[in-house]
């Protein structure tokens, strides 16, 4: 049997789950380090930008935030190339590791009142850091997983690595609300909200484990073996029109996802209090509950993938996003806790469908020589422009407007960008993984 068409691990049920807990584990850990920052960012505020008026600071903060975003593009081509070129299980190890050591340092780094403006010089170089290792994090994931998937399965199991980004964003938002309904503003400022950024390390320390102890894909392998690696992955995947044109797809199929899933991520946390006016608990509520409508419906999703197929579920996930993400504002603006609960489930459900089914269906665009990398330069410049500016863009532009909508409008016009190049795709379904 030729390697490439290999069950997966043997074809056992112990191999298939530490092939997903592999991919899955970098994902938990990359998305719980943003959402630490997203949900410290009024702390982080006063500790780097003391001397800034409060809605200046939040602003400065949140555009640290998009920082990291904006170095994945980077990370997207210089990882995309190491993963194929030699391979994807140390492509993975390395991006976990660095990533952990980023945030770990973060939570070391003293403030403006012992650094002055050095402080937040740092506070940007170590979320760079943190972008640049996570622009290879998902593409070297997905790659990873795809490779070891069966065809009919492949779907569900790539699928499951958003999953992971879904609880650690759980947990990247609850801990430091937990903190920050138990200490007092002057405990949280001083040292709170270092504990959970130090928390990433051993995390990355765990996740660096567990991925020593996998094999390398039989895709990989076989590409080695027939010494068929591309000597220049990123040249390769941008010469030609023909692959061009796959490019600019997959930037505009991944566009919904990157708009809807980091609204949940990015700006949820600073919008619930900024523009709802909650507090306590209620505060840190709308992104846990659109988190849970969000992992359920990327689950079903995935599993609906691989049997009605990759471009009907896209289309009815960007469909639902353009119609409902309206009336989903309209009632988590309504100022019912209750009303606003619908609403997070209505959009959460909407964004999580699309986001489990995006990896599976960009991934199999792509030929094994270059598989990382047109994932990595597509997937990371999409969600820079789309995802990680979101926060700050949408916080600015619902100040000079006075509107609580933008939101909506922003997801609605991704979504109408999408739709025809999601209506365009060919179907990959249950077929094998390209080969060249």
């Known amino acids: 049997m030729n390697p490439v068409d290999a069950p997966v691990g043997g074809d056992t049920d ?4 530490r092939t ?3 991919g899955v584990v970098g994902s938990f850990v990359e998305f719980y380090e943003f959402s630490v920052y997203a949900a410290l960012a009024t702390t982080l505020a006063v500790v780097f930008f003391p001397t800034a008026a409060p809605s200046t600071a939040l602003l400065s903060t949140l555009a640290i935030f998009a920082v990291a975003f904006f170095a994945r593009p980077l990370g997207g081509f210089v990882w995309g190339a190491v993963g194929d070129r030699i391979g994807r299980k140390r492509t993975l190890a390395l991006t976990v590791l660095m990533m952990s050591l980023a945030t770990a340092l973060m939570g070391v780094l003293p403030g403006y009142a012992t650094l002055g403006v050095l402080a937040p010089i740092l506070l940007i170089t170590l979320r760079f850091l943190q972008g640049f290792s996570a622009g290879g994090e998902i593409s070297g ?3 990873f997983v795809a490779e070891h998937s069966p065809d009919e399965r ?12 879904v609880f650690g964003t759980l947990l990247g938002s609850v801990l430091p609300a937990v903190m920050l309904l138990n200490l007092s503003p002057e405990q949280m400022q001083s040292w709170g909200w270092r504990i959970p950024l130090l928390l990433a ?26 010494r068929a690696r591309s000597a220049n992955p990123v040249a390769a995947v941008l010469s030609g029109s023909e692959q061009r044109r796959l490019l600019l797809r997959a930037f505009l199929v991944i566009a919904v996802n990157a708009s809807s899933f980091y609204m949940i991520v990015g700006y949820l946390p600073s919008f619930a209090t900024s523009s709802l006016g909650l507090s306590g608990w209620q505060a840190f509520a709308p992104s846990v509950i659109a988190l849970t409508a969000c992992v359920v419906a990327q689950i079903a999703a995935a599993r609906a993938s691989d049997s009605l197929g990759r471009r009907p579920v896209l289309a009815g996930s960007a469909v639902a996003l353009l119609v409902l993400s309206y009336p989903a504002f309209a009632l988590i603006t309504s100022g019912s806790f209750g009303l606003i609960v619908i609403g997070l489930v209505i959009f959460g459900a ?30 990371n410049l999409s969600v820079a422009l789309f995802g990680g500016s979101a926060p700050y863009v949408l916080t600015w532009l619902g100040g000079v407007t006075g509107s609580s909508m933008v939101g ?5 016009v991704l979504a109408l960008v999408s739709l025809p190049a999601i209506l365009g795709l060919t179907e990959t379904a249950r077929r094998p993984l390209r080969a060249t």
Do not use: W
């Open 14 to 17: 112990r191999a298939v789950r």
């Open 201 to 226: 390390l051993p995390m990355g320390i765990i996740g660096l484990y567990v991925r020593s102890k996998l094999d390398e894909t039989p895709h990989f392998q076989a590409l080695r073996a027939e």
């Open 141 to 143: 994931a997905v790659s």
């Open 350 to 379: 909407s964004a999580g469908a699309c986001a489990s089914v995006i990896n599976p269906t960009v991934i199999e665009m792509f030929p094994t020589r270059v598989r990382v990398s047109g994932h990595g330069i597509t997937y």
């Open 154 to 165: 492949r779907g569900f199991l790539v699928g499951l690595i958003p999953v992971g980004a």
């Open 408 to 412: 909506a409008f922003y997801v609605m």
């Open 20 to 22: 997903v807990l592999g």
